[in-house]
Structure formats: C-alpha cells, structure tokens
T-cell receptor, first 113, second 111 residues
Framework: ETGVTQSPTHLIKTRGQQVTLRCSSQ?????VSWYQQALGQGPQFIFQ???????GRGNFPPRFSGLQFPNYSSELNVNALELDDSALYLC????????????FGPGTRLTVT | EDQVTQSPEALRLQEGESSSLNCSYT??????LFWYRQDPGKGPEFLFT???AGEEKEKERLKATLTKKESFLHITAPKPEDSATYLC????????????FGRGTSLIVHP
C-alpha cells in the first residue's frame, strides 16, 4: 500500500511569485486536506476536497486555491506569495469525508524570500 | 471561538519515567479528538481517535483518555524512540470536517 506522497520536498520562491504543490493520496482514499504548519506551531487547516469538490475551508485568503483530480491526487496553488507563507505544507488523505483517520505526507517546505 | 491548548510545551523525561501530556479543549460540541505524533521534518502520524468522555485507547506504551474538557496521553516507561512532538486536534460536531490542532508538546526521552 502506497502512502501519501508530496512534491517537491523543498522549494524557494520570491515574494509575489506563484507556487503549485502536489499530493498523491493513499490508495483507496477519496478525501484530501491541506495544512500549513509554521515553525513551532500545529498544522492549520487550509481546505479539504472530497470527491473533487471543496468540502471545507479554513481562514485562508482566496489566493490559496486547490484542485482534486479524478484519481484523488491534489494540488495546492498559492498566488502572490508573501514572506509569511514560508512554512511546511502538509497534505493528508483519509478514506471518507470526516477526518477521523488522516494519513499525512512528508510535507513540502516552502521558503519565500 | 474553538480552542485547543496543549501542555506542557516541552517535556524532558528519563528513559522509563512515566508521564502524561494534556490537551484541553473548549468547543461547542465534540465530534472527535485526535492524537498524532510528529517527528522533526516529517508529517504527523495518526495515533488515536476518541469520540466520547470516558473512552480510552492504547497502543504500545501510549494510552489516550478523554473527559468532557480534556484528553491525556499517558506514556508508560518511555524509550528514547518515543521522542517526538505530540499533537492533539479536535473536530466540532455539526460543522464542516475542519480539525483544529494544538501547538503540540515536544517530548525528549533521555537514555
């Protein structure tokens, strides 16, 4: 059974640029959630996709957007990057709509300079 | 506003010295409370889900318990490999499936 994978592992961008992060869900999982984790903080929920539809959104501005594809893989897009966007971005998949058991990927470390 | 507070922020134990981590929450209604373990530079690893007060779950040296206001993660006779950050998260009943995480407790177990 393949776990959750994310790419790239590290990324350095300049303020104002755009970035796309990718996630492949664990086999059999139809729900994917994205989180932002700043250093020393717990993960903050960005949004969740269930069967290709956005199913919930945290307190993040519209420049954070996402997609889920028919194979349940997912993308997180961030436009107009700001310095405060520097963080570990985590993707988690689960077998259903609720977050009862989420399986996290290793994360993408984004640095904005 | 729903809140999740974990204490202590950091904990140092000697190998074999049992202790407990606390997660207190203030939510309008609890759907579920989750415990995760996170190693440095990695994504969180799911440990337990608790749904109702009085519930307990165990896994190896870890035991999670739940009351109406807080959850405890008891670590019995810890080993150095138990060193990690332990995260607690809650989901509110009746709303979207949006978990709120605490800031975590950083545990170091010395040999």
């Amino acid at each position: 059974e393949t776990g959750v994978t994310q790419s790239p592992t590290h990324l350095i961008k300049t303020r104002g640029q755009q970035v796309t992060l990718r996630c492949s869900s664990q086999s059999g999982h139809n729900t994917v959630s994205w989180y932002q984790q700043a250093l020393g903080q717990g993960p903050q929920f960005i949004f969740q996709y269930y069967r290709e539809e956005e199913n919930g959104r945290g307190n993040f501005p519209p420049r954070f957007s996402g997609l889920q594809f028919p194979n349940y893989s997912s993308e997180l897009n961030v436009n107009a990057l700001e310095l405060d966007d520097s963080a570990l971005y985590l993707c988690a998949s689960s077998p259903g709509e609720a977050s009862y058991e989420q399986y996290f990927g290793p994360g993408t470390r984004l640095t904005v300079t | 506003e729903d809140q999740v507070t974990q204490s202590p922020e950091a904990l140092r134990l000697q190998e074999g010295e049992s202790s407990s981590l606390n997660c207190s929450y203030t939510v309008s209604g609890l759907r579920g409370l989750f415990w995760y373990r996170q190693d440095p530079g990695k994504g969180p690893e799911f440990l337990f889900t608790l749904y109702s007060a009085g519930e307990e779950k165990e896994k190896e040296r870890l035991k999670a318990t739940l009351t109406k206001k807080e959850s405890f993660l008891h670590i019995t006779a810890p080993k150095p490999e138990d060193s990690a950050t332990y995260l607690c998260a809650v989901e509110v009943a009746g709303g979207s499936y949006i978990p709120t995480f605490g800031r975590g407790t950083s545990l170091i177990v010395h040999p």
